[in-house]
């Protein structure tokens, strides 16, 4: 069965097709990166204003490269929410228009939900021959879904069976990476700068703090932010002719001009080191309570090699000896941050459990991942 799968819920234009739930046989991707990064973070209007112009291209691509006509699309599936409305909107009335049009089901999917089902993909293998068939995750698993709004830990049971067990109380995961990039002057997004400037770094430098919020499973990022800038303060250089910090979207957003001496990089690993330790650890914790047998890495921030590392270690160290190993698994980074195969993936399974939207379907921008 192909899914068209379409993704507008940010700042990427994203069409993919899907077979069976997991076999990506095309995935195309319109960033606006460029679009956004004079502005240090996503402006919604400038969002919605480039998906209108991107997304017939960005479909048109993922059908060619898929080598199917649209007759040979069997479900179309589109990001209904959580996201930016006016984003939102633009993919799912092309989804429906679609659907309408070629007579097929509509599914409409929850882009949390798809995030976690990027795990149950596989990409071809660059030489062009069929991809090795991996077992898909076995049930229960821990997922830690990590994005640019987002960080929950979850404890999945079955296919659209989600118990929460932690959430941040402030600032999201990949929020923390933006702003903290942000405070060195590093550039937007900033979870992969981050994660480069920290490969030069010394994570150990600077003693950063962790929000443990006792034995609970939550997670606070905004006091390790504030221990960033007053680490940072010291080596910035003065700049007479700058903006005041509360003008423009994003405050935080200033030409940051640092001294040639400045320990950028032992900063940026050590400021890293502290986001990845908590969720790590706190990951595996919940590992060990619920028994789990697999662990997954879902979102944005999923694709960062410091947190893949740490939980690797934490799973090994935690977990093994009471349950033995325990498979860590990731989306390859392509397939971590946003992208519409996972949203042709997580529908193929909603609509195994009868997941079909009527053509009343409409966007939910604050939509959560319910289901337990
Ligand atoms: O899932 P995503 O593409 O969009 C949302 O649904 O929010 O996640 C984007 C977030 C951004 O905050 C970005 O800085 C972060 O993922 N991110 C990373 C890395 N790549 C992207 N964070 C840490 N390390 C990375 N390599
Ligand atoms: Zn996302």
């Known amino acids: 069965m ?23 046989r095309s995935n195309v991707i319109a960033s606006q990166i460029a679009l956004h990064r004079a502005h240090g973070g996503v402006v919604p209007e400038l969002a919605a204003r480039g998906h209108v ?12 490269e898929a080598g199917i ?11 209904e929410g959580p996201g930016l409305a006016g984003a939102l909107l633009v993919g799912v009335n092309v989804a429906k228009a679609l659907a309408y049009a070629l007579g097929r089901p509509l599914v409409a999917v929850n882009h949390l939900e798809a995030h976690v089902y990027a795990n149950w993909l596989m990409l071809p293998p660059a030489d062009g021959s069929s991809p090795v068939a991996e077992p898909p995750p076995a049930f229960p698993l821990i997922c830690l879904l990590v994005s640019g709004g987002h960080t929950e830990l979850i404890l999945m049971t079955d296919h659209g069976r989600y118990h929460h067990l932690g959430r941040t109380l402030d600032d999201a995961a990949g929020e923390a990476f933006d702003k903290g990039a942000r405070l060195l002057g590093l550039g937007y997004p900033g979870g992969p700068v981050i994660q480069r400037v920290a490969e030069a770094g010394n994570p150990s430098q600077f003693d950063l703090p962790r929000a443990w919020l006792a034995e609970s499973y939550d997670f606070s990022f905004s006091g390790l932010k504030t221990a960033l800038l007053r680490l940072a303060e010291p080596y910035r250089l003065p700049q007479p002719s700058e903006p005041a910090p509360t003008s423009g979207p994003f405050p935080e957003h200033r030409a940051a001009a640092f001294a040639p001496d400045a320990p950028l990089a032992d900063l940026a690993a050590s400021y890293q080191a502290a986001v990845v330790e908590v969720l790590a650890v706190k990951t595996a914790r919940a590992v060990v309570e619920f028994g789990a047998k697999t662990v997954l890495l879902a979102g944005g921030v999923a694709a960062n090699a410091a947190l893949r590392a740490r939980l690797r270690d934490e799973v090994a160290r935690r977990c093994e000896p009471e349950l033995g190993p325990v498979p860590v698994r990731y989306p390859p980074p392509a397939l971590c941050t946003d992208n519409a195969a996972m949203v042709a993936g997580a529908a193929f399974y909603a609509l195994r459990r009868g997941a079909q939207a009527g053509w009343e379907t409409d966007i939910h921008p604050r939509l959560r991942l319910t289901g337990t």
């Open 53 to 64: 112009t991107a997304i017939i291209p960005v479909v048109e691509a993922a059908l060619r």
């Open 2 to 24: 192909n899914i068209l799968g379409i993704e507008t819920s940010c700042d990427e234009t994203a069409a993919a097709v899907v077979a069976d739930g997991r076999r990506v």
């Open 69 to 79: 006509e649209r007759a040979g699309v069997d479900v179309v599936a589109v990001t």
